[in-house]
C-alpha cells in the first residue's frame, strides 16, 4: 500500500518542484528585463566560479584565487544592493520550495546516505491514515490558546485542586511547549493529559502537533480504539494493514493516542498496547516521544489497565489534569 502512496507522492513532488522553478525562471525574467544589470551579473558571477575551479586546479594558492574571490564578493554585493533598492531579498530569485530541507525532492543527504526526508514521511502518513481529516491545525494552534475561556476561580472543593482551572490550564500549556522546545531530549518525558471531555485535551493535542510539525517532526494521531485494532488486524492478517503501518506506530517522531479508555479491551490487546508505549520508551534509532489522552482518571487507569502498563505511564509521562467547565459549550455560548 505504501509504494502505491510514495509513487503518487514522488509525482506530486516532482510537480511542485519544477513549478517552484518554472516560478523562479519567470521572476527572474521580468526582473532581468527591468534591469538588465542583473542579468549581466548573474552572467558573470557564472564566468567567475568557472574560473575559480580553473584556478583551484591550476594552483590552489594563487593571488588569481584570492583576486577572483574578490571579484565574485563584489558582483554578489552590487546584486544584493539593486534587489535591496526595489524591496526584494537575495531569495527572490531563487525557487521557493516547499520544504526548504529537501529541495521538494522528497530526500536528503547527509554524510554521504540519503534518506526519505520528514515531509515525505509525514505525507505518506496523512494518506495513509487520513489524519489530515483529524486535526484543524489552520485553528487548533497556539496563537488561537485562550486561557481566559476557564475560570480563574479556586474551588478546592468541586475541582480537588488548590489551584484556578485558568492557572492550571496555564501551567498545562508550559509543560506543552517545555516538551516541545526539548523534544530531542531524551531525559524529556512523554505526556499523559487526563480529564473530562470537553476541557482542551485535544485541542491542546493538536497545539503540539503543529508545532513539531513546523519543526520538521512527524506525527501520528490515532483514537486507541483504532489503532489497537488496526494491530490486532494486522497481527492476523485481516483487512490491509501493512507491515509498515505497524512500523509507523512504533518509530513516528510523535504518536498521539486519543480516547485511551473507550476501547474494548481483551488480554491481546493488553498486549500489544503495553508493547507499543514501551518499544516506544526504547527505541535505540531514535527518540520518539508518545501523548496520550484520556477521560479516565489515574485511578481507573489503575483499575482498568494492566499494571505493567500504567506503572510505565507514572514512570515516563508528565501527567497534566485537565479540570474546569465545558469549554466546547463556553465557545458555542459565546459563538451566539
Known amino acids: 500500500m505504501e509504494r502505491s502512496y510514495l509513487k503518487q507522492l514522488l509525482t506530486e513532488y516532482d510537480k511542485k518542484r519544477m513549478q517552484a522553478i518554472y516560478k523562479a525562471d519567470k521572476r527572474k525574467e521580468a526582473l532581468y528585463k527591468e534591469f538588465p544589470r542583473l ?3 548573474d552572467h558573470l558571477l557564472s564566468k567567475e566560479a568557472i574560473q575559480t575551479s580553473r584556478a583551484l586546479i ?3 594558492d594563487s593571488s588569481l584565487l584570492q583576486q577572483l574571490h574578490k571579484k565574485i564578493d563584489s558582483l554578489k554585493k552590487e546584486k544584493l544592493s539593486i534587489l535591496h533598492s526595489i524591496g526584494k531579498d537575495e531569495n527572490y530569485l531563487k525557487p521557493h520550495f516547499e520544504c526548504p530541507v529537501c529541495e521538494d525532492t522528497g530526500y536528503v543527504t547527509h554524510n554521504y546516505t540519503t534518506e526519505m526526508c520528514n515531509c515525505l514521511k509525514q505525507h505518506l502518513l496523512d494518506l495513509e491514515y487520513h489524519k489530515c481529516n483529524i486535526f484543524h491545525l489552520d485553528k487548533e494552534n497556539f496563537e488561537h490558546f485562550q486561557s481566559t475561556l476557564y475560570s480563574n476561580t479556586v474551588d478546592e472543593k468541586k475541582y480537588h ?3 484556578s482551572p485558568r ?7 508550559k509543560i506543552s511547549l517545555h516538551f516541545i522546545e526539548n523534544f530531542d531530549n531524551p531525559e524529556e518525558k512523554n505526556l499523559l493529559f487526563t480529564g473530562n471531555t470537553g476541557l482542551g485535551k485535544s ?3 493538536s ?3 503543529n508545532e513539531l510539525l513546523k519543526k520538521g517532526k512527524t506525527v501520528l494521531y490515532q483514537t486507541a480504539p483504532v489503532m489497537l485494532d488496526s494491530i490486532l488486524d494486522y497481527r492476523f492478517a485481516k483487512g490491509n494493514v501493512s507491515k509498515d503501518s505497524y512500523q509507523h506506530l512504533l ?5 498521539i493516542i486519543d480516547d485511551l479508555g473507550t476501547e474494548a479491551m481483551n488480554n491481546v490487546k493488553f498486549s500489544e498496547l503495553f508493547n507499543i508505549i514501551n518499544t516506544r520508551l526504547l527505541n535505540a534509532n531514535h527518540i520518539t516521544k508518545t501523548l496520550i489522552s484520556t477521560n479516565l482518571s489515574l485511578q481507573n487507569l489503575f483499575a ?3 499494571e505493567r502498563i500504567v506503572s510505565r505511564i507514572v514512570g515516563n509521562y508528565n501527567i497534566c489534569y485537565f479540570f474546569g467547565e465545558d469549554i466546547r459549550f463556553l465557545k458555542r455560548q459565546l459563538s451566539r
Open 39 to 41: 542579468e549581466e551579473i
Open 58 to 60: 591550476a594552483n590552489p
Open 161 to 163: 485542586s488548590k489551584i
Open 167 to 173: 492557572e492550571n490550564i496555564e501551567n498545562i500549556k
Open 203 to 205: 485541542f491542546l493535542s
Open 207 to 209: 497545539c503540539i502537533a
Open 251 to 255: 518509530e513516528v517522531d510523535l504518536l
Open 304 to 306: 482498568s489497565y494492566d
